[in-house]
């Protein structure tokens, strides 16, 4: 207790993490938020700046400013890195945290799936860190190619760009990458760009699994058009920085591999005393609440969470739809506990609502599952619900204002180099 | 020569060096631009970078799009290094480059005047780099503040904050953080307020030393009234990270100081075979020409140049105006010594035409020397200015958005902290 009211902690200020804390802001509680970064992150644009489209203010939204009206809320800046459920607390770089009710909603990062020579090499495309990074690096190699001292095959390796993964994060990116150097042929008067070449790797039959085979179908077609290479059935063994090789043993030399071919939940929730998935998610009862709680007061949603009931054959996958829909029963359920439910069959159960998929493959190209839809009138549809999505007004109309613009004049501000290594032969 | 066309090499891709640029790009010469950056940065609007109201790319603009149209210029991103006059060579981090002409519009970085303390722990206004440095440490010093465990006194120290320097970056500065501060105000609801202090520190007598005094006055006035404490006549003398030390004695413990005092030529002049001023520029004659140059083909402009004739008492100020001004005439000099002009009185004399000075104060405040104005008129003269020296059309068209947004409804987008450390006692 805390004011002598419930003290509710949060882990995480992603989309179930913000979601649960604007429902818990409206109670009589106590609410404190952890995060390591003092922002919210609109992932699914985090591609955009990856190529130069937004900033990162755009796609990064003070946690604070959701809760600005809400004096029980609290961001406690820290990274958690795991919870002791006999004492109740979360345990952090900052010092320890007690709670009444826990939630955990620490997130997805990268998966290599073991392979510490790709994890070192390759781009992660997670955080907005690594956003900047591909931004910096990508532009970068277009003025390291045209250096005048390269050898041909430098260069080609420069000027080759590998995308891993055929979700919506790969596909997207892939997209955009194609329409950032239409921009760059435009600047580069002495480079060659028929050595430029974009290649798509996915390991199973079909890009983006969530969608009718004929949209995918469709999405390939379009990124080929793009002058994408997409890789289908093929998968990556091993990078050491310079060259990509193959299951099937091609070797493919690159200085960039942008990896998006999976995501695992975060190491904390190792550490948080319950059974977790392969993928590191922790296992959570159809309630919500983390399995076999001994308290009964942790709860886990989105993407750190496994969910699955009886027909399912694999847990919920990890989007944004399920974390905030999650968010909704786990807030239900814990307000019940706080008011004296003691028979956990009272409490709620979680049913996802699956909302449809959609990704866009670049200007005025997308793909909508439900209705089945594709260009010009899908890449609105997107558009539109990403910007509901977006969190803060005055970000809409900034995003939409530079989506109006790029759209009208292909402009992108961002493609400045701003981390500098002086390393003469780089 | 190159393509059997005079070969102009420019070094710096600052006011100076893009006029310059732009100037040749029209002439029958291949043009090769070195900066050590892929980008031209607004430094008048640096300040906005460092206090959240704009984004990086809204002040970098790729050297590149300036010269989309133009085959006959080159960007070669590097760092120079020096030159050697003997050889017509361009020294720099990726090897030589010969020149028949040489424009050195290098720039300047800050002056610590040798206070090695000061340089280590204070952060300079120069680069894109170092803004955001400025943006991250100060939203990140209210989250460290506002954790349980900090005493008083450590809580103070960060919520004190220290500009050094009294021209337009400092007054900007200075101004900026105390209106940001008013929106964090709104978002730590556990930090007291009464806490945080503002310090302007000049060494002189007055502020903005280029306006007629009346404004000076104007300045300090709307400066407190923003509850800035504006300490002229004062010297610092070290800094060790903790406690900014002045030459009388006095101690003010804080983590923020923000140096803005004093500006010197980059280092590259030192290395060009010709005599510097104190500060580093190099001396220029009435016709641009590098003093002494050894083959009459070195012109230097703007910032690392030093240009004073005979009824002036100091070289003129390193502002922008000044370089763009050298620009037009280095260029025609030089045009003139193509065309087979041998003799040097022939050239043009520069003559420096002052337009007068401004600055702003804040939301809706401003100095403008000529015409004399202060207040709501000066601040939106000061915008159109700064939006019609902007590059590009998309530029401007972006940052005029984003300051009618931010003028409407307070919002600063770019409060993220990007480089987190994980110092958990930080």
Redesign the interface.
């Known amino acids: 207790m805390v004011n002598g009211k419930p003290h509710i902690v949060i882990v995480g200020g992603g989309f179930g993490g913000i979601k649960i804390g604007q429902l818990f802001a409206k109670e009589n509680v106590e609410i404190t938020l952890i995060d390591?970064?003092?922002?919210h992150l609109f992932q699914p644009l985090l591609y955009q700046v990856s190529t130069?489209v937004l900033?990162?203010?755009?796609v990064?939204?003070?946690i604070?400013?959701f809760?600005?009206n809400n004096?029980n809320?609290?961001?406690?800046?820290a990274?958690a890195q795991g919870i002791d459920q006999e004492r109740d607390v979360v345990i952090t770089?900052?010092?320890e945290i007690h709670y009444d009710y826990l939630i955990l909603a620490a997130g997805a990062t990268t998966n290599f799936f073991g392979m510490k020579s790709v994890e070192e090499h390759a781009f992660g495309m997670k955080t907005?860190?690594e956003a900047?990074h591909i931004r910096n690096h990508v532009?970068?190699e277009f003025?390291r190619a045209?250096?005048p001292?390269r050898t041909p095959e430098d260069r080609k390796k420069r000027m080759t760009f590998v995308v891993v993964g055929g979700g919506p994060t790969g596909v997207e990116e892939a997209g955009a990458i194609a329409e950032l150097i239409e921009i760059q042929k435009?600047?580069?008067?002495?480079l060659d760009f028929n050595d430029v070449s974009i290649k798509l790797i996915e390991a199973t039959p079909r890009l983006l699994p969530m969608l009718p085979e004929e949209l995918q179908k469709h999405t390939v077609k379009v990124l080929e058009k793009k002058g994408i290479e997409v890789m289908l059935n093929t998968q990556v063994v091993d990078y050491d920085g310079d060259v990509l090789t193959l299951k099937n043993g091609v070797k493919i030399p690159t200085t960039t591999v942008i990896w998006a071919a999976g995501v695992r939940a975060v190491d904390m929730m190792k550490n948080c005393g319950a059974e977790c998935a392969r993928d590191g998610r922790v296992w959570i009862e159809e309630n919500l609440m983390v399995r076999g709680a001994v308290h009964k007061n942790v709860f886990a949603i989105g993407d750190c969470a496994a969910f699955m009931h009886g027909d399912m054959k694999r847990p919920l996958p990890t989007v944004a739809p399920v974390a905030t829909q999650q968010a909704k029963v786990a807030h239900k359920n814990i307000m019940k506990l706080i008011k004296g439910e003691t028979n956990p069959d009272k409490l709620d159960k979680f049913v996802y609502k699956d909302l449809g998929a959609m990704a866009t493959i670049g200007k005025g190209e997308a793909v909508v599952g439900s209705p089945k839809m594709t260009g010009f009138m899908a890449w609105c549809a997107w558009m539109v619900v990403h910007l509901i999505r977006l969190a803060?007004?005055?970000?809409n109309?900034?995003v939409a204002?530079?989506w109006a613009?790029n759209f009208l004049?292909s402009?992108r501000?961002?493609?400045?180099?701003?981390?500098?290594s002086?390393d003469?032969m780089k």
Chains 1, 2 share one sequence.
Not at 36 to 39: E, G, V
Not at 73 to 77: D, I, R, W
Not at 413 to 420: F, K, P, Q, V, Y
Request: proline share 3%.
């Open positions: 390591r970064h003092n922002f130069a900033e990162t203010g755009e990064a939204y003070p604070r400013s809760f600005r004096n809320v609290t961001l406690y800046m990274k770089n900052h010092g907005i860190q900047v532009i970068h003025e045209e250096k001292y435009k600047e580069f008067h002495k803060g007004f005055y970000t109309m900034t204002f530079k613009l004049t402009a501000l961002g493609r400045i180099i701003t981390n500098i002086l003469p």
